[in-house]
């Protein structure tokens, strides 16, 4: 409780709760600058979702002699009918089995190693290991890809979804152990001091502490890592050969001909194949905002 002596020279009281509603107002008056920014992202951002939403309704013929921003005046599924008859849910399902057997092995190993970088961080070995994770940032992908088609050529895993779960899965390791053991990093040791003493094993603490508190940023690098692998396009075009085995961004070839581009097909298969990742996104969206504003709140 403040007071202050109005003109008149009477004094009055203002309850702390007044000045907090006063600060908040104030903040709230700054923030259409804020807003604005973000309208404007949002438009850029729906702007080619929804042309390839639009696209992918129309014929082939009207799409070249109609305004590219107009919705169809004779919306027809004949893509998707398209897109179906293409084969596109072999090529999605080889685009799931290569993403969660990629996504699924890198998220496990990388939530252990990082714990073990953590909880051993006067263990010399295991500075050398974290120090190698971090050197594999800064490795891209495309300097490695003829080495890594060699590898897989000599272990005769060519032309095999395992050749591309393989080198997915290692391109996966480095930035999720670099998020996870700053997530880990962040949990108090009294609580793993106090489990010890529980007489809890290791194995116990990893996943009856580490897991259930690391959850957010677990959900962060499964999505970010799934995401990067279903539309990965350099490793499926170098290590597979057969049509069976294409991914759902090979697939897009498709409807590339000798003469012409379809893109009203291509729409339509774009639209099909985003729909997991939305799924995707909307069951874990908590949980992925939470592990990505996580270090604005420290």
């Known amino acids: 409780m403040t007071t202050t002596i109005d003109v008149t020279g009477t004094p009055t009281h203002r309850a702390p709760q007044d000045r907090q509603t006063s600060r908040r107002s104030g903040l ?13 992202w949002l438009v850029i951002v729906m702007v080619p979702i929804y042309w390839i939403v639009i ?19 004779h919306p027809t599924l004949d893509n998707y ?16 089995i290569v993403t969660l057997g990629a996504t699924v092995p890198a998220v496990l190993i990388s939530f252990t190693a990082a714990y073990a970088i953590v909880r051993g961080a006067g263990n010399r070995g295991l500075r050398w290991m974290n120090n190698l994770f971090l050197m ?24 095999s979804l395992l050749a591309i779960i393989l080198p997915s899965m290692a391109f996966a390791i480095p930035l999720s152990v670099l998020v996870l053991s700053n997530f880990i990093r962040d949990v108090p040791r009294e609580l793993f001091e106090s489990m010890h003493i529980d007489g809890a094993t290791e194995w116990g603490i ?10 957010p940023a677990l959900v962060t690098v499964t999505i970010y890592n799934g995401l990067t692998i279903w539309n990965g396009f350099l490793l499926p ?10 991914t759902v961004p090979l697939a897009l070839v498709n409807f590339e001909g000798s003469f012409g581009v379809n893109f009203p097909a291509i729409a339509a298969s774009v639209t099909l194949t ?5 799924l995707l996104y909307a069951i874990g969206r908590r949980q992925l ?8 709140s420290k």
């Open 28 to 40: 709230l008056k700054k923030n259409w600058i804020g807003g604005s920014f973000g309208w404007i």
């Open 55 to 73: 696209t992918s309704f129309k014929t082939q013929a009207n799409y070249f002699v109609t305004n590219t921003f107009a919705p169809p005046s």
């Open 81 to 96: 009918k398209t897109v179906v008859d293409s084969g596109v849910f072999r090529y999605f399902l080889n685009s799931v």
């Open 136 to 159: 594999g940032l800064a490795i891209p992908l495309q300097a490695v890809v003829i080495p890594i088609y060699l590898m897989i050529i000599r272990l005769k895993l060519y032309d």
């Open 206 to 215: 990893v996943w009856r502490l580490a897991f259930p508190l690391t959850r």
């Open 237 to 246: 075009l170098v290590l597979t050969q057969s049509t069976d085995k294409r």
């Open 274 to 278: 985003t729909l997991p990742i939305v």
């Open 289 to 296: 905002l939470s592990g990505l504003t996580a270090g604005f």
